[in-house]
């Protein structure tokens, strides 16, 4: 009894299977295997996945869940497979992404060429929440301003892969990327060996290599790296704890460090240690309540100013968060254009501004049909998924929308790809979407392969946010193949699952595109 | 005019302070109405004073983490001012509402143009700018704020202690008085709302007649309502040769722009145009951006605070 038996595309775009039922091509080694696999095997290998998971003890927090603090990340055993042509295009469209970005934010914060150029409206800049004033003129090491950025990538009906949002401040999940692989070298260990799964291992030795690089010029010999953390109660504190430990540098809170006479110190029980370079997992508003929120006890105060002064690095920069509000990113094709006079390579999905006259309305009579969302708001929180919907809470949205049509935008629903994934005692398909992790360093932009593959794992549903009930697969990039070299034909007998799709699967229906 | 300003700030602690962390905003601006010569920070307890300069501005910075009793900023500087006739350049007769009408004029200035949580849209703010409305001399913006200015003045009492540093204009507006923070937040509310890009300014006062350097009233007074203005810098109301109010303490009043692309100053605490008595410390869209000494430290409540602020015309 194969584990896809029951298996359907429901006329969904499906990572696995093309819409005739068969396999694509650079998933049939994994497929080949999967359906040889007997039930009892395979729920085997996943008790040794949840053992692995439990004694590594990766959790990750949850607000608003009385349950309790910590539960165990789902981590779904089948991995998704993307190609070396596919993986290629998208490191070329976020380096070019990041590039323009990261030229923006220099210009935001100092000539301001492209708002005197018109190209965007300047209030929507220097208004914002996240623009920070206290940081014009500001020269960040080498220019760069966002070191660590996680995209997130998602495929529509047609299979075209979309940026839904970018994320320059203090992007999580990179440890589930590293410690998913560490799960399935083990539980699945032949496939690594028969397909080229291209590493990702070196991730932090890249990072680490990255923040070294932005050492202040005073700092001879090694410089001092940490990674500065909120604490226990933030929900991504394992990942802190685990890349600091990774990286080989301490993990600190905002009471371990204290500025004197325009340098940083650690706390050690040898004494006060300069540092040099902040990895800071601590948003903006509660990095220094000098400066930003006085009400902060996180940070440390005094911090931003010697970060201007030079005498210590941050990563990511003060003030990335301008570049990543949800309405900055309906510009960000002009922003590529305006600054590498390139096209875009990835493209965005189409997004209403609800400070457009225009849009707002579109918006206010369609809010059955788009997904709006806040500004400035991550993880899943302040947004509206209109078909999904009661009529109570689109009224409610479409009040928020108009009392502050700057904090609000809508973009279509996108049917998001699917993938298989464990469901009881059998393959179901669960949508997913990609966050790559993409490095900014002195010399250039790297990004491994691969990335956060996201699943929502309740049916039907289109939220990945982990804070949201989304678990988490590996992400494999080959290295360079061939349909031949990736399986071989496919014999008749193993194409039993679809019986149950769509027979005229080759039209795919609109679902819930809500074009 | 050649002036030394020295503001002195003393907190007073009724048990230790420690790990004290502070940035001041209070280094005079170089632009063209006036040029900084020398300025310095000095801190008791002794600790290095650093800083660096916002387009708004200079910030200095500096921390004292070692238990203290009392922390004493001083803040020295010496500043050139030049604008002797503050209504020179005004234009007062042809209308000009063509200029902040311009999308391009409205896009640069978006700032200053925008609401903040100090400086919302009362609705109380029409009326007050119908008021000034009334009483202007000529169709030309300078002749609309010269009569908001006096309109401000007299419809609003000078009272320090009813409102604080966070209060918004709507506590002005019920009680119908407030300091120079809050005149200064009024005019910016009207000014916005009518479309003229308005920023607020933290700075220093000369009061001529208090320490009687210059035996003439100040000539800078806004002339009575009804009266032609033609750049005239002799003309002044009755209450000229009262003592200035924010003399004696750090002063805010209002910069806006005028169609010839020039900031000029406002003062409706003193119902008077800025000129070479005015000395121009930072400049933000409301008080939250030019808090003169704001800091953070661990230790009990100040159980006081002292400010002095003297300043001097040096011949």
């Known amino acids: 009894m194969s584990l896809f038996e029951s298996y359907a595309t429901d006329g969904f775009y499906d990572e696995m299977f093309e819409p005739s039922g068969l396999p694509r091509p650079h998933y049939r080694k994994l497929y080949q295997r999967l359906v040889s696999m007997s039930k009892e095997d395979f729920r085997r290998r996943c008790q040794l996945a949840d053992l692995t998971l439990v004694n590594q003890g990766i959790t990750f927090a949850v607000y608003g869940n009385d349950a309790g603090v910590e539960k165990p990340f789902p981590f779904d055993l089948i991995p998704r497979i993307i190609p070396s042509a596919e993986w290629d295009l998208i490191e070329r469209g976020l380096k070019q992404r990041l590039t323009a970005l990261n030229l923006f934010l220099h210009d935001v914060y100092h000539d301001q060429k492209i708002l005197n150029d018109r190209v965007i409206p300047r209030d929507l800049v220097v208004d914002a929440v996240n623009y920070r004033r206290e940081f014009i003129g500001a020269n960040p090491p080498h220019g760069i301003y966002v070191h660590i950025c996680g995209s997130d990538l998602i495929r529509n009906a047609d299979g075209q892969l979309l940026v839904l949002e970018d994320n320059l401040r203090t992007p999580s999940g990179v440890s589930y990327v590293l410690e998913n692989r560490i799960i399935l070298t083990r539980v699945l260990p032949q496939l690594f060996r028969d397909l080229a799964v291209r590493p990702v291992e070196h991730y932090s030795t890249q990072l680490l290599r990255n923040l070294m690089d932005l050492a202040p010029e005073h700092c001879n010999g090694e410089p001092n790296v940490v990674l500065l953390t909120p604490g226990v109660y933030n929900s991504a504190y394992f990942e802190h704890s685990f890349l600091a430990q990774q990286l080989g540098i301490q993990l600190v809170e905002g009471r371990d460090l204290f500025v004197d006479e325009n340098f940083v110190y650690m706390k050690t029980t040898s004494g006060p240690q300069r540092v040099d370079v902040i990895y800071r997992r601590v948003d903006d508003d509660f990095l220094d309540p000098l400066v930003f929120r006085a009400d902060s006890a996180l940070g440390v105060p005094g911090l931003i100013n010697v970060y201007r002064a030079g005498n210590v690095s941050l990563a990511n920069s003060i003030g990335t968060g301008v570049a990543d509000d949800k309405v900055i990113y309906a510009y960000v094709p002009r922003i590529i254009e305006y600054y590498l006079g390139e096209k875009p390579i990835l493209s965005n999905v189409e997004t209403y501004l609800a400070w457009q006259p225009k849009d707002l309305s579109y918006i206010l009579d369609n809010l ?41 935008i809508a973009q279509p629903l996108i049917s998001l790809s699917r993938s298989p994934a464990l469901v009881e005692d059998r393959f179901e398909g669960r949508h997913i979407d990609l966050r790559p992790y993409v490095l900014y360093g002195k010399d250039d932009i790297t990004i491994v392969p691969g990335g956060l593959t996201r699943v929502a794992l309740r049916k039907g549903s289109y939220v990945v946010n982990s804070s949201q009930g989304g678990g988490s697969k590996d992400t494999w990039v080959l290295a360079g193949e061939t349909p031949e070299a ?28 809500a074009h | 005019m050649r002036l030394r300003i020295t503001h002195n700030t003393i907190y007073r602690y009724p048990s230790t302070a420690i790990e004290s962390h502070n940035e001041a905003r209070l280094i005079p601006i170089t632009d063209e109405h006036q040029t900084c010569l020398d300025h310095r920070i000095t801190v008791n307890p002794t600790c290095g004073v650093y800083s660096y300069a916002l387009p708004t501005g200079g910030v200095s910075y500096f921390n004292v983490r070692e238990p203290h009793y009392y922390l004493n900023i001083l803040s020295e500087s010496l500043v050139i001012t030049y604008r002797s006739n503050p209504f020179e350049g005004f234009q007062f007769i042809e209308p000009d509402e063509e200029f902040y009408a311009d999308d391009s004029v409205r896009q640069h200035f978006c700032e200053y143009l925008a609401e903040t949580k100090l400086v919302p849209f009362h609705s109380d703010i029409d009326r007050i700018a119908a008021v000034a409305d009334r009483n202007r001399t000529g169709p030309g913006a300078a002749a609309f704020l010269i009569s908001l200015t006096r309109t401000l003045h007299r419809a609003f009492e000078f009272r320090p202690g009813v409102t604080s540093v966070h209060s918004t204009i709507s506590h002005v507006l019920e009680q119908g008085s407030g ?38 009233v100040p000539s800078f007074r806004t002339p009575p309502e009804g009266e032609a203005i033609a750049g005239n810098e002799d003309r002044f109301d009755g209450e000229a040769g009262a003592a200035l109010l924010g003399a004696d303490v750090m002063h805010a009043w209002v910069e806006c722009l005028l169609p010839d692309g020039s900031w000029r100053g406002f003062d409706p605490t003193n119902n008077l145009v800025a000129n070479h008595h005015f000395v121009k410390v930072h400049i933000g869209r409301d008080y939250s951006d030019v808090v003169p000494l704001r800091g953070v430290y661990k230790g009990p409540t100040a159980e006081s605070m002292q400010i002095n602020v003297k300043v001097i015309e040096e011949l």
């Open chain 1, 368 to 408: 059955d049909k788009l997904v709006v969302k806040a500004a400035n708001e991550s993880g899943g929180y302040g947004m509206l998924i209109g078909p999904q919907a009661t009529a109570a809470e689109r009224a409610d949205f479409a009040n928020r929308i108009k009392s502050n049509p700057r904090n609000y």
């Open chain 1, 486 to 513: 990736l399986g071989g034909e496919m014999r008749q007998t193993q194409r039993s699952h679809t019986e149950t799709a769509p027979q005229d699967a080759e039209n795919l229906p609109d679902n819930g595109g």
């Open chain 2, 179 to 216: 300091v120079c923070q809050d005149f200064s937040h009024l005019m910016l509310a009207i000014c916005r709302r009518r479309g003229i890009p308005a920023r607020y300014i933290s700075g220093y006062l000369y009061n001529s007649v208090d320490h009687s350097v210059s035996p003439s």
